[in-house]
Nanobody, 118 residues
């Protein structure tokens, strides 16, 4: 059974930093498109950063310059470095990994809470 496990969330003061990790079992990230999403209370889940199988990255406008997604192929782990945290970054952060080709598999982690105090 495929599992994505996020870690690294927590309570941090505004202006601080966190590094989130997403580890996978039974899939190899370098063959997948992997993204970090977040969902704040009462809001829809939104994509904040993604990394393609060939390493290209893209970011939501709201996090450009503050968030950085990366992948360690040897550790089969995807990271999200979050800097200059703001209160509006408070959310549950989810890791998602999918293939846009057969067999079109799609996996989600359970999420990790990030809370920013102002």
């Amino acid at each position: 059974q495929v599992q994505l496990v996020e870690s690294g969330g927590g309570l941090v003061q505004a202006g601080g930093s966190l590094r989130l990790s997403c580890e996978a079992s039974r899939i190899i990230f370098m063959f997948y498109l992997t993204g970090w999403y977040r969902q704040a209370p009462g809001k829809q889940r939104e994509l904040v950063a993604a990394i393609s199988s060939d390493g290209r990255t893209n970011y939501a406008d709201s996090v450009k310059g503050r968030f950085a997604i990366s992948r360690d192929n040897a550790k089969n782990t995807v990271f999200l470095q979050i800097n200059s945290l703001k209160a509006e970054d408070t959310a549950v952060y989810f890791c998602n990994s999918r293939r846009d080709a057969y067999p079109y598999d799609n996996y989600w982690g359970q999420g990790t809470q990030v809370t920013v105090s102002s």
